[in-house]
């Protein structure tokens, strides 16, 4: 069992930068990749970013590649979103995702234009810009 913890959301202005934080507890989080999704009002869940088990590989969505930054403690426990340069577009709820399939697979589904099904989810965390 994992349980997913989201904390960092708020309200900041366009142009601001934000770190999101995801405690992930479980006795094999190790084990398991974590990613970043979100979902704004009235639109489907999208990827953000995942990183994996190691914490070396990481996957980062082509929206937010220049602007947003993933990474994971070396105990693989905790694994943080840097936002920077945010827009309005980015507002959304952002949520937590553990899987025990690599990052390349999960990429691979994506591709493929289906959703991965993942282990595991957060209760996520809002995000607003302003303008």
């Known amino acids: 069992q994992v349980q997913l913890v989201e904390t960092g959301g708020g309200l900041v202005q366009a142009g601001d930068s934000l770190r999101l934080t995801c405690e992930a507890s479980g006795r094999t989080i190790d084990r398991y990749s974590l990613m970043w999704y979100r979902q704004a009002p009235g639109k489907e869940r999208e990827f953000v970013a995942a990183?994996?088990?190691?914490?070396?590989?990481?996957d980062v969505a082509h929206a937010v590649e220049n602007r947003f930054t993933i990474s994971r403690t070396s105990d693989k426990s905790t694994v943080y979103l840097q936002m920077s340069g945010l827009r309005p577009s980015d507002t959304a709820t952002y949520y937590c995702?553990?899987?025990?399939?690599?990052?390349?697979?999960?990429?691979?589904?994506?591709?493929?234009?289906?959703?991965?099904?993942?282990?595991?989810w957060g209760r996520g965390t809002q995000v607003t810009i302003s303008s």
């Open positions: 995702a553990a899987d025990l399939r690599p990052i390349e697979l999960l990429r691979s589904i994506r591709y493929s234009g289906a959703a991965p099904v993942l282990d595991y």
């Open positions: 990183i994996g088990s190691a914490g070396r590989d990481t």
